[in-house]
């Protein structure tokens, strides 16, 4: 991780480029959210900060913002506070600095997918459906390890889905989800 200005909490406040992803991962917040980061994206000397508290939400939805956020190099430093689950650890994981408080804590759990209550589905479709979960579950396993750098392997990462794991603060530093505590 890069090193960060000791007075960055005061630059922060100073410069007012604070965008805060409270609640699931969805269009709406997506929209929001990349809006708000694009618009203070005007200075790419200064980092912008995600305050991250979700207990996780629409897979597709939490890729394209990470995806998004690495093609444009944003300078992000996301910063979790309270829960910070599911597919919410794959937004936490844009920053480029990431930060935790000292009661958040991060939940693992496989994928999982709703279908139309009473609605009969083919077979194909549900294999379908079972190959997209497999596929989802390896890109989250896969930008987990990137992020950690290693720390947490792939395998690792899929155990703790499997054993639906939650983490506290200071095993998340441990494992290189998060990079310091936010103090």
Do not use: C
């Not at 508290?53 to 897979?59: F, M, R």
């Amino acid at each position: 991780s890069r090193e960060v200005d000791p007075h960055w909490r005061f630059s922060m406040i100073k410069t007012n480029r604070v965008v805060q992803w409270f609640g699931p991962i969805d269009t709406e917040k997506f929209n929001r959210v990349t809006s708000d980061i694009v618009r203070l994206w005007k200075d790419e000397e200064a980092d912008i900060f995600l305050f991250i508290n979700s207990a996780g939400g629409e897979a597709s939805i939490g890729f394209a913002f990470y995806d998004l956020m690495k093609a444009l190099k944003i300078k992000l430093t996301t910063v979790a506070i309270g829960e910070v689950d599911s597919m919410a650890i794959i937004v936490f994981l844009t920053g480029e600095h990431r930060l935790v408080s000292p009661h958040t804590s991060m939940f693992f759990h496989q994928p999982s997918r709703s279908f139309a209550a009473n609605r009969p589905m083919p077979s194909r479709s549900m294999r379908a459906g079972v190959q997209e979960m497999d596929r989802m579950e390896l890109w989250y396993a896969n930008i987990i390890e990137k992020e950690t750098g290693g720390k947490l392997s792939s395998q690792a990462a899929i155990d703790k889905q499997l054993t639906e794991e939650s983490v506290d603060s200071e095993t998340m530093i441990k494992l290189g989800l998060a990079h310091e505590l936010f103090v």
